[in-house]
């Protein structure tokens, strides 16, 4: 007969595991979440401990399916939240909100993950951890990010960098440079994206995912200056990775490759990666890239406005208003372009309106 194991034992294990995924030191991780299972069965029963693994083994389905959608995440983290209701524990409290926030992140409610995150950053004083205080940063100014909220999203950004740095996470600081050089790139601000980007890309040579994600945000940087070609090569680099094939990061680059191929007339080439692109966004379910998918389908290949304007209802459901402002203002181009006016200044309305709803969130709003 096994041995009963003390919740103080089985705590231990999962805040060693907890460590590792912070740290993305996935074997190791890995190995003490196996061990961390084994131990929870024999362990004489506390709904603490059950909520903190329950907590922590969410934290580490997201590090290892990069960016998959289980629609039963939203019960089991409600069941760790019903388990610590009454709990005067603010660290597990602190776990549960951010994880919750992560939670809408992944599902894209930028929104009601900030709201979590707020709720969360109260708490903060009790985390006695750098690596878990830069983790929140990233996250909450990923968030800010969504909804263009750039100056305090940057705010958060170089916060996580900063630490990250100190802590010597060099992936995760490459990935705080991906999140600022995509707000300087929507600001405008292109010799910042350029200087930024280049030390990013000379110090990820040993992550891939993370190098893949910085010669995407180079392309995306190159199509909002028009650079096409440039911005093809990119995308097609970012492709050339095995690690980024079965991913959404892939997802999302096989559209930015469609769309850029589409833009400079290569029709035939641009149709399957569009097709990958669209079954990978559904497969991830991932709503924004589903949406983008219909609108260059309406757009390019069956001529149907029917199909942009369904994409651009389904992104205002979810208040994406600056994904709503690019797709409307491709729109008016190509109308302009092939001569048909009327369309071209109802995307230019369209584009104009969501430029507005952006100006007018505030950050307490969400």
Not at 139 to 161: D, F, K, T
Not at 174 to 193: P, R
Not at 290 to 314: F, H, M, W
Request: proline share 2%; glycine share 4%; aromatic share 12%.
């Amino acid at each position: 007969m096994s041995a009963i194991l003390s919740p103080e034992e089985v705590s231990t294990i999962i805040a060693e595991w907890y460590s590792c995924i912070i740290a993305r030191s996935v074997e190791q991780a890995n190995e003490l979440k196996e061990k961390a299972e084994n131990m929870i069965k024999t362990m004489e029963p506390n709904d603490r401990v059950i909520a903190y693994y329950s907590l922590v083994e969410f934290r580490h389905s997201i590090m290892a399916k990069q960016g998959g959608k289980d629609e039963k995440d939203d019960e089991r983290i409600q069941q760790a939240g019903n388990m610590i209701e009454d709990s005067i524990d603010h660290t597990l409290k602190y776990l549960y909100l951010f994880v919750s926030g992560q939670n809408e992140f992944i599902k894209e409610r930028y929104q009601s993950a900030i709201r979590l995150f707020r709720k969360a950053e109260r708490l903060l004083e009790y985390i006695n951890d750098e690596a878990e205080e830069a983790e929140f940063y990233y996250y909450m100014g990923s968030s800010l990010y969504r909804i263009n909220q750039y100056p305090y999203a940057a705010s958060y950004i170089e916060e996580a960098l900063l630490a990250f740095n100190r802590l010597g996470y060099i992936e995760r600081a490459v990935y705080c440079q991906v999140i600022l050089g995509g707000i300087y790139s929507e600001a405008g601000q292109h010799e910042k994206v350029r200087k930024l980007l280049e030390e990013a890309l000379s110090i990820s040579n040993n992550y891939p995912m993370a190098q893949v994600a910085v010669l995407r945000i180079i392309g995306l940087d190159a199509l909002r200056k028009k650079a096409y070609q440039k911005a093809k090569e990119y995308f097609e680099k970012s492709l050339s990775y095995p690690e980024c094939t079965e991913t959404i990061l892939g997802v999302k680059s096989e559209y930015n490759l469609a769309n850029t191929l589409f833009r400079i007339g290569l029709f035939n080439e641009a149709l399957p990666h569009l097709t990958k692109a669209y079954a990978g966004a559904q497969s991830y379910n991932n709503h924004e890239y589903q949406a983008r998918c219909i609108a260059t389908y309406g757009l390019y290949v069956n001529s149907n406005p029917e199909e942009i304007d369904q994409a651009i209802k389904s992104l205002s459901e979810s208040d994406m208003n600056f994904e709503i402002e690019e797709i409307a203002e491709e729109a008016a181009t190509f109308f302009k372009q092939k001569g048909e006016q009327e369309l071209a200044w109802k995307y230019l309305s369209v584009a104009y309106r969501a430029r507005q709803n952006l100006s007018n969130i505030g950050v307490d709003q969400p």
